[in-house]
């Protein structure tokens, strides 16, 4: 079982990256996948999730209007589009699948920094 992430890196204020997770070992499309970050010091939060169809998405407040997530099941990849990157926003971001009967799997991380 592996979730990767790929896909983070620096970027300046208002910039954009798109943050890529690829399941392999399970039965992806029956899971829902979310995004989460944790910045040094806080707890992990939330970030945005999406549904096995890839239905529903929800986001943070935080987030809401600038991020997107996305999933392709054909690709066992979920995305996260983000625009109009923050300083705020650094963090190391966190990929997520759960299915209420298989479990949960988490990937290693990718660390998003911005700054000018």
């Known amino acids: 079982v592996q979730l990767v992430e790929s896909g983070g890196g620096l970027v300046q204020p208002g910039g954009s990256l798109r943050l890529s997770c690829t399941a392999s070992g399970f039965a992806w499309s029956s899971y829902v996948m979310s995004w989460y970050r944790q910045a040094p010091g806080k707890e992990r939060e939330l970030v945005a999730a999406?549904?096995?169809?890839?239905?529903?998405?929800n986001y943070a407040d935080s987030v809401k209007g600038r991020f997107t997530i996305s999933r392709d099941n054909g690709k066992s990849t979920v995305y996260l589009q983000m625009n109009s990157l923050k300083p705020e926003d650094t963090a190391v971001y966190y990929c997520k699948a759960f299915n209420q009967w298989r479990g949960t799997y988490w990937g290693q991380g990718t660390q998003v920094t911005v700054s000018p």
């Open positions: 999406i549904t096995s169809a890839g239905g529903s998405p």
